[in-house]
């Protein structure tokens, strides 16, 4: 009977193991709009500005394989967009960022509207196509005066 309750327990274990990883495999890449509209201030980054009408803002590490291939992307679709600019953050030696902005993974991705409010966050490698769109949304929104 112990042994067979053994098997159960690491069963149970091992199915719940798999469903969490699923679910986080699941929303790495995906776009979180539901997030509290912090205002990034530049300096507190070491940048001089944030784009005139919106700013891709990377979290990456020294370590992370996929940050440079993001790194690329994201100043590809910022070039390619009039006023939006592509901030890239190495969090290796600012711990305080990390904590600050709730960075788990590298990268992550903020997008930022033209006052530096947080729009949407991206855990992981964000989807080009999904980026352009939330890009292109925000760009498109007019000022608010």
């Known amino acids: 009977m112990d042994l ?11 199915a719940a193991t798999v469903a969490i990883g699923i679910v986080v495999k699941w929303r790495q890449g995906r776009p979180q709009r539901h997030i509290p509209h912090e205002v990034v201030e530049p300096h507190r980054l070491g ?6 009408t919106a700013t891709l803002l990377q979290f990456s590490t020294e370590l992370c394989a996929k940050c440079p291939g993001v790194h690329r992307m994201l100043s590809s679709v910022a070039d390619a967009h009039d006023g939006v600019r592509h901030l890239d953050i190495d969090v290796t030696h600012r711990p305080d960022i990390a904590k600050h902005f709730h960075v788990l993974q590298t990268p992550t991705t903020l997008l930022l509207d033209r006052n530096g409010a947080v729009q949407t966050r ?14 292109t949304r925000l760009v498109s929104e007019p000022a608010h005066a």
């Open 4 to 14: 067979i309750s053994a098997l159960v327990g690491l069963g149970a274990l091992l």
């Open 47 to 52: 940048a001089d500005s944030l784009g005139r």
């Open 122 to 135: 991206f855990g992981g490698a964000p989807n080009r196509d999904v980026l352009e769109l939330e890009v």
